[in-house]
């Protein structure tokens, strides 16, 4: 199987006024996806809530991806759980369904040293039918792994072949430069410094599908990089869209809480967004602040 390349917008969650996943909203997100260019997707990751989601839901989300899609684009599900049969359980699942790729998290039980975190993530690699990635993102999990430790996980475990990380772009190309081009290696963050994760040699983003659009363009633009006519035209472009993502990437809340209402009014969704709660409640004014930004962006295609 190719290895993954490009933007894949991580699904935001739509419910409806009963608090239920909202079927028609989330195939509208899917559509837009695949309208707009997006080299594939993701679903159940951080933006998608996926800590709020039943079983049944997480699943749902999934099979209806799968449907939505169609084979149009390939897509990676990222997989919780804090035992190994139960992440490979999941993966099995999801392979079933349709999937390229799983993205694991850490547990979110015990704490694990890296060791036992590496040993965690090999079981669950050794046991899935897909190949595997990592989301390794301390800064929000609190957990993760060392270059080296990402290094050696890919050489004991050859199902292992992608890093999806949260981390400022230094820290990235450490990643890239210790595992030697031997692993994919995907950034998120919403794309923040998205132009030069492309330089530090990130195959791809996996952000929130609110400046996505914008995302696939500065991708496509910087492919050749001895091209500095397109480079500049990237630059501006990533100027453009930057306030915006630093907006909605305060912290994981205030993305679930403005970004998806960004990417709601793109969408065309009128009428209000519901949260499910644990959430934070929009303010009259961070509202205001979002709206700025969506209709700066205008709607998707």
């Not at 935001?12 to 239920?20: M, T």
């Not at 997100?29 to 159940?44: F, K």
């Not at 397109?230 to 472009?237: P, R, S, V, Y």
């Not at 499910?276 to 969506?294: D, I, N, Q, S």
Request: with cysteine.
């Amino acid at each position: 199987m190719a290895r993954p390349l490009g933007i894949w917008p991580m699904l935001y969650a739509f419910f409806d006024e009963s608090g239920a996943l909202d079927r028609t909203a989330m195939r509208r997100q899917v559509e837009a996806c695949v309208r707009e260019g997006a080299h594939g997707l993701a679903v159940l990751g951080l933006a998608t809530e996926v800590s709020k989601l039943s079983e049944e839901e997480r699943r749902n989300l999934v099979t209806w991806l799968a449907e939505d899609l169609d084979g149009r684009r390939p897509f990676a599900v990222t997989v919780t759980g804090n035992k190994p049969d139960e992440q490979t359980a999941f993966a099995r699942f999801a392979a079933e369904a349709g999937a390229a790729y799983v993205i694991l998290q850490p547990p979110r039980g015990e704490a694990l040293d890296e060791l036992s975190l590496s040993r965690f993530f090999g079981a669950v690699a050794d046991g899935s039918p897909i190949p595997v990635g990592i989301q390794n993102a301390p800064d929000y999990l609190g957990i993760g792994l060392s270059p080296s430790a990402i290094r050696a996980l890919h050489r004991n475990h050859a199902n292992f072949i992608m890093v999806k990380g949260e981390a400022p772009v230094v820290t990235i190309r450490r990643i890239i430069e210790e595992t030697e081009g031997g692993i994919t290696v995907f950034n998120g963050r919403g794309g923040l410094e998205l132009p030069d994760n492309i330089r530090a040699g990130c195959e791809g983003i996996i952000p929130a599908p609110d400046f996505f659009d914008r995302q696939v363009r500065i991708f496509g633009l910087m492919r050749t990089l001895d091209d500095a006519e397109n480079e500049e035209i990237a630059e501006n472009l990533y100027r453009e869209i930057l306030p915006g993502i630093v907006f909605v990437m305060q912290s994981i809340d205030t993305l679930v809480c403005y970004g998806k209402r960004i990417a709601a009014w793109r969408l065309g969704l009128r009428g209000e967004i519901y949260d499910r709660a644990p959430a934070l409640a929009p303010t009259k004014f961070g509202l205001e602040c979002a709206h700025r930004f969506a209709r700066a962006l205008g709607p998707y295609a």
